[in-house]
């Protein structure tokens, strides 16, 4: 449901009698962001396509922002979250698996031996994400991911995952919508284990949810129609994947992008390539007391000098954790 | 942008003033539709749904509703609107393909024999659409298919084809849309054949259209980031792939679904099988004088009776187009 005072800058705005830039005014609106390069950069851009008369101005059906989310609007250290489910469901679903005893990577993950588990490599990680994320009804799964997401901690700060996503990303997120923006996700993560979650947690509603997929196959169960999810890849939606994800999605070009990693690098690229006024961001993860701090030699969230130099080149915005933003997470606002 | 009356709505709504269905009255917004059972299951159903405290309320953020194109929304007699862009296309494209004029079907077609072209079968079809929908980047597909929406001529009623578009259909998406629904195109027809004009003609923005689809590729041109289409299908959005498609693009069931042939079967039982109220409507092409009649000897929109057994049997409201509409095309219109 509309705040009153969203629907107040509606009206006004429809009225033609104030700019939603005057009334939703950065200062009370990006409380978390410290006054420096990147918040500039973001308030001016949001200034520019939303004032009317401006050249820039650009019509609110067309303020498509997309959000990577793993780095950007949530933590992805030690290991994307979604592995850390992915390995709970095995003990979850091992009494179902007998045969797991004696079959890799999964005995080497019920013994807790998970140095094992990851000398598999992709290969190992992909057969578990496979035999917990298949096999299922797309209603069971949704269940699974929700009670999961409501009880599993971060094995470091003990929190819910959900609670280590980033306030100032959080103020952003909020901060564009009141500006006409409709806000994407685009993430390498799984689709469906993301719907279950981001309305509550970032008020983005499924459907503007894109991501990595397995095939569903539809089909009748005691008289009443189910998805099932199949161990079979559909959609990588990393790279080069998420230009042709949002095209398939959002079927528009987004006019602001934000990313964390090289896997961004096109979703980035292919925002700038379009007309008009845009906005290209990198969080760069650069705190190590408050969050983390990786960049070009981490396999999780690779920031690479390429992609740093070519944010220099390109006239990207690199948010610095450690300088742009006054608290990272919402638990540790004072 | 929101009129005023609608802005209205939303403002009195949350304030808990009155109930949308009581300010939009179905009187003056589907002034098309005759008062019969079909307008009568409609309007009973959306207040159900949007009366707060009703045991059948449904929250806007649920309000799902999804409409097939061709046959429902718009005409597909006597073929699909889709099939008419790629045979002008293959006009157009011939003096770029000289190894048509000894290559079937494109030889036929080409002399205006579309009896040959049609005895070549789906295959030939198939043929005919990869050649004119794959080997260019998005943004130049979207523009042919711009320019020729704008200017292509319906061969019997010689009117454009987005003025062949149901009038009454046109009400109701107004009217769910006023009603806080969220109205979305799943379309057995190619997503980006259909994103350039929906939202003029229907008012439904590009991500809110689902379709079937080739393959996209991202690469640079000319230091420009371009998506290449593939002549390779992606996905077929049809019978089973409907509900597929819903569960892909949107990640939440829809509580109303229109359609009109046994394409739609899945998708309304689908939209059934969810809890709560639910609406599936099929429209009935039985109007020879003022459209087509046609059904289940029909090629294009094949409406079986075994689906109209089960429309029967499962409680699917049937729309007699020329029982309950006043008129068909807005053209018509007085």
């Excluded at 390498?188 to 459907?207: C, D, K, L």
């Excluded at 700038?272 to 190590?288: E, F, N, Y």
Aim: glycine content about 8%; overall charge neutral.
């Amino acid at each position: 449901m509309r705040t009153i005072r969203q629907l107040s800058i509606i009206l006004l705005t429809a009225l033609g009698l104030a700019s939603v830039t005057a009334i939703v005014g950065a200062q009370d609106t990006l409380p978390s962001w410290n006054d420096g390069a990147a918040k500039k950069a973001i308030v001016t851009f949001v200034a520019e396509v939303t004032t009317k008369g401006s050249t820039n101005y650009i019509p609110p059906a067309e303020r498509i922002a997309t959000f990577d989310n793993d780095g950007t609007l949530w933590a992805e250290q030690p290991m994307y979250f979604q592995f850390f489910f992915g390995l709970d469901q095995v003990r979850v679903l091992a009494p179902q698996h007998p045969e797991w005893k004696n079959k890799e990577p999964f005995a080497s993950l019920l013994r807790g031996d998970m140095k094992s588990v990851f000398a598999g490599g992709e290969r190992a990680l992909m057969e578990i994400m496979m035999a917990t994320h298949a096999g299922m009804t797309t209603a069971e799964f949704e269940q699974t991911v929700k009670d999961w997401i409501a009880t599993a901690k971060h094995p470091k700060t003990g929190r819910l995952y959900t609670e280590m996503v980033y306030q100032p990303m959080l103020e952003l997120l909020a901060y564009l919508r009141a500006n006409g923006f409709k806000t994407f996700i685009v993430s390498g993560g799984g689709i469906e284990f993301m719907r279950p979650w981001t309305e509550a947690v970032y008020g983005i509603p499924p459907e503007q949810v894109i991501g990595s997929s397995i095939k569903t196959k539809y089909e009748m169960r005691d008289g009443k129609p189910v998805l099932v999810r199949l161990p079979e890849l559909n959609f990588i939606d990393d790279k080069t994947g998420k230009p042709v994800g949002i095209n398939s999605y959002v079927g528009r070009r987004p006019i602001a992008a934000f990313g964390n990693s090289d896997g961004d690098w096109q979703m980035l690229e292919w925002t700038q390539g379009g007309a008009g006024a845009r906005l290209m961001t990198l969080v760069h993860h650069d705190d190590a007391e408050r969050e983390w701090a990786y960049g070009a030699q981490s396999k999780i969230g690779t920031f690479s000098d390429a992609l740093m130099a070519q944010a220099k080149k390109s006239g990207w915005v690199v948010i610095s954790m450690k300088n742009d933003w006054k608290v990272i997470f919402p638990f540790k606002r004072k």
